[in-house]
């Protein structure tokens, strides 16, 4: 088909149908750059208003504990934990004398006893006093005190071993003129203490 329009008329046309284009484009971009106003506005409006109900929230949890006492319970229960604390240190230095007793009897050598027992209130020690028929065997109660084999002392010092003769003197008993003198420490594993701290399961 032949465009026999004048070439005024045709440029008319031309400019016509491109500022049609241009509108359409211009519109699209306004309609655009509204959706994205209006998407910005309501994401402000969101966040302003989780920003604000998080706050109530956290109001409200802050009264609720402030309400319940928080504090209180808090120090009630370490003055719990430190009381079930001393109990344990307590019981740990707890002596089963019983068989403490008869096992120290048993590790005593032959021609020696028993006279008496002091337990340190926080060394963990024991002062042990026996009476000997003679010095050798007031030394041999050091020696068979501090035996491992024992499981009762994890060291056992000789402090003083004194002897006096029966005639000539006042004797310490007719029969056992030796007394002797120990300072023991208890084994971090022996089995006389009530709880054994050092015990390996």
Known sequence: ?????????KENFFYARRGAQLLRWVAGIGVGLA????????????????????????????TLLKSQNVSEAQSKVEDISNNLKLVVKVLSREVLFSKLLTQIATALPRGSVLTS?????TSG??????????????????????????????????????????????????????????????????PFLFINNGAKP
């Open 125 to 190: 020690g024991i002062d042990i006093e026996a009476a000997a028929t003679d010095y050798q065997t007031g030394s041999q109660v050091q020696i068979n005190l501090a035996d491992p084999n024992n499981k009762i002392f994890s060291k056992a010092d000789l402090i003083a071993i004194q002897c006096q003769a029966t005639t000539g003197g006042v004797a310490f008993s007719a029969n056992y003129p030796c007394k002797v003198q120990i300072r023991a420490q208890f084994a971090a594993n022996n």
């Open 1 to 9: 088909m032949i465009n026999l329009l004048p070439p005024e008329t």
């Open 35 to 62: 959706g994205v106003v209006i998407m910005t506005c309501v994401g402000m409006v969101f966040l302003r208003h989780t920003t604000t109900e998080y706050a109530r929230n956290n109001s409200s949890a802050a």
């Open 117 to 121: 027992l002091n337990i340190g209130q």
